[in-house]
């Protein structure tokens, strides 16, 4: 009998935290990922030709927040590219649910690893492979 009261009570314990937990908590902040080729349909892959264009995808669907891209090359060296998306003329500030590109000019065969970052802080991370 003290089993079963037990048993009752962790239900009731997790029903009401599960309760608890916003309806926004699991909602995804951005998409990022990278694709063979800079246009807007692009798909993500993680394989890429060597002499195809390559893009670094990032899209923030809460606010407009400017992010840093880093490319960490085979090699090991890395390169970033900080406060995207640029201002410019046309779009002086970013905004919420666009969909922004940074091209990867690497023709490098190996792995490389692409990771974002908003107000220094790591919100995606993805690998992808330019074949021989």
Do not use: D
């Not at 606010?63 to 890395?78: E, I, L």
């Amino acid at each position: 009998m003290k089993g079963m009261k037990a048993l009752v009570a962790v239900m009731v314990a997790s029903s009401l935290l599960a309760a608890a937990v916003p309806a926004s908590a699991g909602a995804k902040a951005y998409q990022h990922y990278v694709g063979c080729g800079v246009k807007k349909g692009t798909k993500q892959s993680h394989v890429c030709p060597r002499k195809s264009k390559k893009g670094a995808f990032f899209k923030s669907f809460k606010k407009a927040v400017h992010y840093t891209v880093c490319v960490r090359f085979p090699s090991g060296k890395t390169l970033c590219a900080h406060h995207q998306p640029p201002k410019t003329k046309k779009n002086p500030k970013p905004e919420k649910g666009q969909l922004y590109v940074n091209k990867i000019t690497s023709t490098i065969p190996g792995k490389h690893r692409v990771t974002w970052f908003v107000k220094g802080k790591k919100v995606g991370t993805f690998y992808f492979r330019v074949k021989r």
